[in-house]
């Protein structure tokens, strides 16, 4: 007992010892006996004092052991009361006991992972600032190839109380959201949420404060207590309490609350929906409140000051149209009334002058202020019923008076000017202009995408800084460059008025973009990423485009790849070997690569390969290529070129299309006959069973075609919409009639067969055995479907869908497809017969073909093809199966980096809830090099695209970087012009109508083996047949973008940005 009472120290160390020293003596305390006055009793007034002196007597004896029982208790409840009441009134202990605790309440960044860190799983604040989604981010991001840098350790004892419920203690950051930097930390997006707070308690007007204290909090800011605790106001605690219980009775009772402003903020940000929903929870609340309120010090002037400032800058005001959630009392003053936070505190600042006109504008202004405060209670309802609005704040402006908080004269103004809300058309004034904001929207999509998001608004507001490769200032120039060639003017100050650039059409029509990479040792780093579509759209990531020529360079690489195939299959074979492999070759590649094996004295890869650039093909358009199920013919761009034999090599240089047409050819013929045993066979053995396979696919690919069609025009329609539709395509007869009826609704007995027919045909004259007759002639069981088609005139695949539809209402085409197996094999039966076989041959070519483009796809997948088909025409070597130019761009990254495939890096940190004890920073992990291509030929490739810029289509580009130190910048790249028409023949081939639909440039460069990108120029619609622009024009911008990229191409210019590991920011 002794020890629970006694302390070294405090104010109670004096009553504890006293108590300890009774304790401890057991002995009854004795008086001497008095001797007795002379006269004592008989002396007047003697024996009053006598009494009085022995009673004093008694209450000292009382003092003294032995004590009872109720003597102890009573001292005991006296000092309890005695502490009660001081801590009351001073709130010294709970001052010194929670800074005790709090003060350990701490986390530390240090290098890794930390497995003590314990996220938040509910609360306003938590979950709009991401802290909630931290968890799954941080599990999705290694599967990534992003690795935790570091992380906030917190100590045991946070880990503790969170794991108790209790948020963590940390100083919340007024303002949250993303922040996108570029590799030098320049402003490339910036979201912060409130966006106008005041920035210290200070800058708030003296008024508004004692307006919230009297509204929500009176005891607050009270200097006679320094160690207060604002988190607890007793009488209000009370009420709590005593509601909440009533609550649990009545649940229906709507309950008044008794929270203070420091329990409010820790509803608002951290309480399951930002309310309370129990005892517990408000338990929670004034736990948490006080934990951060002693957090620096025992003393809370400072931390009263901060919960203010903390209140105005984040209660929330509910959602405003167009603009989400609103929080604190700047946005909201802006959000319903338009006004800036900084005029609202000039004109507050005179709201006691004595101008009637000062005054006058104070006071309306004033009671917009008031009236956010008061809106808090209830934002859903007040902040869309002004009149309710208005008329609350009256009342409180008059109890404001009343309490001497504002003059008469300011009440008496305020109540003559209503409130009335800023029309919500005019909150976004600007138009921001999506030109601008290439580069940061693109992050944020491939943010939202690493991170899982389910918006870009869940984005916006996450905590985080996010550290990009690109480069602002590159950037800027880039974008502005691209802007300023839609201005006449600037078109003819760069001498772009000329043949193939700009001299036909409106500059402004042209959208053009450009993308441009470095190489490092950490991944292809992303410098710029800007284009002038003036919509969310990424034309370098989102389109599809017919890029041209550019696709040459595509069969290029896959020409090259197949020699090296060849070359690996048979260089070392002997001379006797080569001969028989040659004899029984059929395709043109492997014949000539086993013809160069045998007479060639160099057998390297390097020799066989450079041989193959110098192989000859005629560009003669005069040829007609069966390819894509029909005869096409193809031109060249130059006229001067026809007729003229070229070695790929030059070909690609100047761009001939018939060598390239020719080429892919040859490579469509090695990928279906150049492999021993290939299904190709199957065209020189009529009985050959594969035969069989292949026509069935035919059968499949193309009746399909038929059905979807089909499906397309009767689905939807009801039974008899559908039936007259039918009936609306063939000249009816009574067998054509009975055909369809038999075949549309075969469940029909021959009466209401015979009804039907005479209710469709009614001038129709059938005796009754006329109509039992054609009832038996078209039995569908008797008939062929094929048949049936012909009879009627329609397409009997058509006949099939409408009874098929007619049963089956709510099929999709994929039940529409399984369930039409048979009929199609019974639809083509005709194919399947021998005397077939030039039909049949034709109909086996064009799936060989469909085959070997898909093996070509596979090949061109692997270098970063983006689409998932090609289609299956020679014509894909001049572009016709289109591409988009971040792949394009991703394919000369390849070749720059010796046929590795690298990962592109937008992002080289990923720095979240920086501040807080959710502290996380993560970076990309080393990239894995995957090679693709083998290294000579990519070494190959890049020195065929630097002589496309020395003589070739980029002449244009040549010497646009000077020589830097002495030293010589190689440039390559490959041009591309697409012009997307739709064309109209006639019988014979003869061309009747030509309509635009876009037109395209586009040139993809190097730099050295250093930078890389691609530049496109399109203009889409009708009015592109008013342009007449090649790739001449994005070579003339990449001339004019070249002086900007001087001073990144010196050597190592960017190199010591990327040259160090990544490293966790502070």
């Known amino acids: 007992m002794s020890m629970l009472f006694y302390t070294q120290t405090g104010p109670f160390h004096k009553p504890a010892t ?37 009673n004093l007597g008694r209450l000292l004896q009382s003092f003294r052991p032995p004590y009872k029982t109720t003597h102890i208790v009573f001292l005991a409840t006296l000092t309890f009361l005695g502490w009660a009441i001081l801590e009351l009134n001073t709130s010294w202990l709970q001052s010194h006991l929670f800074h005790a605790i709090s003060a350990q309440l701490t986390s530390e960044v240090k290098p890794g992972p930390s497995p003590l860190t314990v996220f938040p799983s509910s609360g306003p604040l938590d979950e709009r600032r991401g802290y909630t989604r931290l968890p799954a981010i941080l599990s999705k991001l290694p599967k990534k190839g992003f690795v935790i840098q570091a992380q906030a350790h917190p100590s045991t004892e946070l880990t503790t109380i969170s794991n108790l419920g209790i948020p963590p203690i940390y100083r919340v950051k007024a303002q949250g959201g993303l922040h996108i930097v570029d590799s030098h930390g320049q402003d490339l997006f910036l979201h912060i949420d409130p966006k106008r707070v005041f920035p210290n308690f200070e800058a708030i007007p003296p008024l508004l404060v004692q307006t919230l204290l009297f509204i929500e909090n009176r005891e607050l800011l009270d200097p006679c207590c320094p160690y207060a605790n604002p988190a607890v106001e007793w009488d209000r605690l009370g009420q709590a309490f005593l509601t909440q219980g009533i609550r649990l009775v009545k649940n229906d009772q709507n309950v008044p609350g008794g929270s203070t402003l420091a329990t409010q903020l820790e509803k608002f940000r951290h309480s399951p929906g930002g309310q309370t ?5 408000k338990a929670k609340q004034v736990t948490a409140a006080s934990l951060r309120i002693y957090h620096d010090d025992i003393r809370t002037q400072e931390a009263q000051k ?30 319903w009334f338009h006004m800036d ?13 004595a101008s009637l006109e000062k005054m006058a504008l104070a006071a309306a202004t004033y009671k917009k202020g008031v009236s956010l405060l008061l809106a808090l209670r209830r934002p859903s309802y007040y902040l869309t019923h002004i009149d309710a609005l208005n008329e609350k704040t009256n009342t409180y402006l008059r109890l404001l008076t009343h309490a001497g908080i504002i003059s008469p004269a300011l009440r008496d103004l305020a109540l003559i000017y209503p409130l009335v809300f800023a029309p919500a058309s005019s909150t976004n004034s600007s138009i921001t202009s999506f030109q601008d904001q290439k580069a940061p929207n693109f992050i944020r999509a491939n943010l939202q995408n690493l991170l899982g998001l389910p918006s870009l608004y869940a984005l916006d507001h996450l905590d985080a800084t996010v550290e990009t490769t690109l480069d602002r200032d590159l950037q800027f120039r880039a974008t502005t460059l691209l802007q300023q060639l839609a201005d006449p003017t600037f078109v003819t100050d760069s001498q772009l008025s000329q043949p193939h650039l700009l001299a036909q059409g409106n500059p402004a029509d042209i959208i053009y973009s450009l993308t441009l990479y470095e190489r490092t040792p950490h991944g292809n780093l992303l410098r710029v990423q800007t284009d002038t579509l003036n919509q969310p759209l990424d034309m370098n990531q989102g389109s599809k485009m017919d890029l041209g020529s550019t ?73 007609r290529f069966w390819t894509g199920g029909g005869l096409h013919t193809f031109a060249n761009f130059n006229k001067a070129d026809n007729g003229k034999l070229f070695t790929v090599r030059e070909a690609f240089h100047h761009s001939v299309n018939l ?74 007869t009574p067998l054509r009639l009975a055909v369809l009826l038999r075949s549309i609704e075969p469940e029909k007995d021959v009466r209401a067969f015979t009804t039907s027919l005479r209710q469709t045909f009614p001038t129709i004259k059938l005796s009754p055995e006329q109509a039992d007759r054609l009832f038996t002639q078209t039995d569908p069981r008797m008939l062929s479907l094929a048949d049936r088609g012909y009879v009627a005139r329609i397409h009997p695949l058509e006949l099939w869908t409408v009874a098929f539809l007619r049963q089956h209402p709510d099929s999709g085409k994929s039940e529409l497809a399984n369930a039409s197996e048979q009929e199609l094999l019974e639809v083509y039966a005709w194919l399947f017969k021998t005397h077939r076989k030039a039909a049949q041959d034709s109909r086996i070519r064009l799936i060989l073909e469909q085959e070997a483009f898909m093996e070509i796809h596979k090949a061109w997948k692997r270098v970063g093809y983006p689409f998932a088909t090609l289609v299956p025409s020679l014509a894909t070597a001049i572009g016709s199966s289109a591409d988009r130019p971040a792949a394009l761009t991703e394919l000369m990254g390849i070749l720059v980096n010796e046929g590795r495939k690298i990962p592109t890096v937008t992002i080289r940190q990923l720095h979240f809830a920086e501040g807080t004890p959710f502290e996380t920073l993560v970076a990309p992990q080393e990239p894995d090099q995957e090679q693709i291509l083998n290294p000579l030929v990519a070494q190959i490739l890049r020195q065929e695209l630097i002589e496309v810029v020395e003589h070739g289509t980029a002449i244009g580009a040549k010497g646009a970087l000077s020589p830097i130190e002495g030293m010589t910048i190689s440039i390559g790249g490959k041009t591309g012009t697409g012009d997307h028409r739709q064309k109209v023949y006639e019988r014979g081939y003869r061309l009747i109508e030509s309509r635009p639909i876009a037109r395209t440039a586009t040139f993809v460069f190097l730099i050295d083996n250093r930078f890389f990108g691609t530049i496109t120029a399109q203009v889409s619609g009708p009015h592109s047949g008013d342009f007449s622009f090649t790739s001449s024009l994005p070579v003339r911008i990449f001339r004019l973008f070249a002086p900007h990229l001087h001073a990144y191409v010196m050597p190592h210019a960017l190199e010591a940005e990327v040259s160090q590991p990544f490293q966790p920011r502070s």
Not at 312 to 321: E, T
Not at 699 to 716: H, M, N, S, T, V
């Open 18 to 54: 006293f108590l300890a020293s009774l304790l401890q003596s057991r002995k009854a305390l004795t008086f001497p006996p008095a001797d007795p006055w002379l006269g004592a009793d008989t002396t007047p007034g003697n024996s009053q004092q006598i009494e009085k002196w022995r």
């Open 277 to 281: 929903s129990s005892l517990l929870e």
């Open 306 to 335: 901060h919960l203010v400032l903390d209140y105005m800058n984040s209660f929330p005001l509910g959602a405003y149209p167009g603009a989400g959630e609103i929080h604190g009392f700047g946005d909201g003053l802006s959000a």
């Open 341 to 353: 936070l900084n005029r609202f505190d000039q004109i507050l600042a005179d709201a006691e002058a």
């Open 551 to 623: 696709a040459k360079l595509r069969t290029l690489v896959t020409y090259l790849e197949a020699i090296e195939r060849l070359h690996h299959a048979y260089a070392g074979q002997s001379p006797q070997k080569l001969v028989e492999l040659n004899q029984q070759s059929l395709d043109p590649l492997s014949r000539w690569a086993l013809t160069y094996l045998q007479t060639s004295s160099d057998q390297s890869l390097s020799g066989i390969l450079k041989a193959a650039l110098d192989r000859q093909y005629s560009a003669s358009p005069s040829e």
């Open 659 to 732: 060598v390239f047409i020719r080429l892919m050819r040859d490579l469509v013929q090695y990928h279906t006959l150049a492999i021993p045993g290939s299904t190709a066979m199957v065209l020189k053995d009529p009985l050959n069973p594969i035969r069989r396979q292949y026509l069935q696919k035919f059968a499949q690919q193309e009746g399909r075609i038929f059905l979807y069609r089909f499906y397309d025009k009767y689905k939807g329609l009801s039974p008899e919409e559908a039936w007259q539709l039918v009936l609306s395509q063939t000249r009816l």
